[in-house]
């Protein structure tokens, strides 16, 4: 899968939740792919007029894995005041030299009360 397919499907990432306040937050948090040397950098944007926690979550697939190969699950919770941003990455260190990609990537974002 291409870095450019990746950052598509991360792009449409959604909240998981149906609830209200999710779907507001849904609309006020931005998450902005951008490709790296090392895997996918990831730029979260608190838009929003409460601070915000938001976690991030994708897997990992290395060249050569085989539908016995166990998931290599990831995930990064960041926390993020009003008018805030962060860059994370979502790396394929656990590939080694091999050719990765990353995949069943998701983020939800909620209102810290």
Same mark, same amino acid.
């Given at each position: 899968?291409?870095?450019?397919?990746?950052?598509?499907?991360?792009?449409? @990432?959604? +909240?998981?939740? /149906? +609830?209200?306040? !999710?779907?507001?937050?849904? #609309?006020?948090? &931005?998450?902005?792919? #951008?490709? +790296?040397?090392? @895997?996918? !950098?990831? $730029?979260?944007?608190?838009?929003?007029?409460? /601070?915000? $926690?938001? #976690?991030?979550?994708?897997?990992?697939?290395?060249?050569?894995? /085989?539908?016995?190969?166990?998931?290599?699950?990831?995930?990064?919770?960041?926390?993020?005041?009003? +008018?805030? !941003?962060?860059?994370?990455?979502?790396? @394929?260190?656990?590939? @080694?030299?091999?050719?990765?990609?990353?995949?069943?990537?998701?983020?939800?974002? &909620?209102?810290?009360?």
């Amino acid at each position: 899968m291409s870095i450019a397919v990746l950052c598509a499907l991360l792009a449409l @990432g959604a +909240s998981l939740s /149906t +609830s209200h306040a !999710a779907q507001a937050v849904s #609309e006020c948090v &931005k998450v902005e792919p #951008e490709a +790296s040397a090392r @895997g996918m !950098a990831l $730029r979260v944007r608190n838009q929003c007029e409460f /601070t915000v $926690r938001c #976690e991030l979550r994708w897997s990992v697939r290395c060249e050569d894995d /085989t539908a016995e190969t166990p998931e290599r699950p990831m995930s990064l919770e960041v926390r993020l005041a009003p +008018s805030h !941003a962060r860059e994370v990455l979502a790396s @394929g260190e656990a590939c @080694g030299e091999r050719l990765w990609e990353i995949a069943d990537d998701v983020w939800e974002c &909620k209102e810290m009360r």
